[in-house]
């Protein structure tokens, strides 16, 4: 399986006061740091090598997790330095660590669906770059994309349009070649990768049919709460 590089470097203004002394990473989720489950997952999914992007008490998250094997996987660490990077930019900064090919999570997103399949589609695709997609229709957060026949026609975080039933699932596979040219020390978000590959003819799509969780707000916080205390992590793979 291929390196997960984790987007956890964000200043989650959300969440504050809480998150002005923790980072989002490691809000307590049923008693524990977030990201120990997220970890957890990915590891039940195959995934053993992890690529942190941090930023905002990025050393705390490292003190916690240092070199990973608690968790039965091998975590290295990207810092965004003294400039705040966007979500782009720090997988820019992170390729030294990531390979010819890897995964991007958010580091809010809990996902359970079937990494290996992913995988499997963006090998056969072909292509620089693959999206994951839920059929949201607006029910867990607005939808942002326009989808027909497993083809994505339109990506917009900010003019939605009445077509866009889907939404970006958090999970994306990507070649180092889709953020080599992107500059250094420029702040730029995955939304802007993700935008250019699709306007390239670059980007695959892989309609994912769990739904996701996350901790980006008080309302996701305790969605992921209830859904980690049935014991209904779905199934190792």
């Known amino acids: 399986m291929l390196t997960c590089a984790i987007l956890c470097g964000g200043l989650a203004t959300r969440l504050r006061p809480l998150t002005e002394t923790i980072p989002k990473s490691l809000i307590p989720i049923n008693g524990r740091p977030y990201i120990a489950y997220q970890l957890e997952l990915l590891y039940s999914r195959g995934i053993r090598n992890a690529v942190l992007c941090v930023g905002h008490l990025g050393e705390k998250i490292e003190a916690f997790v240092g070199d990973g094997s608690s968790f039965g996987m091998s975590v290295s660490y990207s810092f965004d330095g003294p400039v705040l990077l966007g979500t782009?930019?720090?997988?820019?900064?992170?390729?030294?660590?990531?390979?010819?090919?890897?995964?991007?999570?958010?580091?809010?997103?809990y996902l359970t669906c079937d990494y290996r399949a992913v995988q499997a589609y963006f090998g056969s695709a072909g292509k620089r770059g693959l999206m994951t997609i839920y059929r949201n229709v607006g029910l867990y957060d607005t939808s942002n994309i326009e989808a027909v026949d497993g083809r994505i026609i339109r990506y917009d975080k900010q003019l939605r349009t009445p077509g866009m039933q889907f939404i970006d699932y958090g999970l994306g596979l990507f070649q180092r070649a889709a953020f080599e040219d992107l500059p250094a020390d420029r702040f730029t978000g995955l939304e802007t990768v993700y935008k250019t590959l699709l306007e390239e003819g670059e980007l695959a799509a892989?309609?994912?049919?769990?739904?996701?969780?996350?901790?980006?707000?008080p309302a996701g916080i305790s969605d992921l709460e209830e859904y980690l205390a049935s014991g209904e992590r779905g199934h190792a793979i």
């Open 88 to 109: 782009g930019s720090a997988i820019r900064k992170a390729l030294p660590l990531l390979g010819d090919a890897f995964f991007v999570l958010y580091g809010d997103s």
């Open 206 to 217: 892989f309609e994912v049919p769990e739904r996701f969780y996350e901790i980006g707000s």
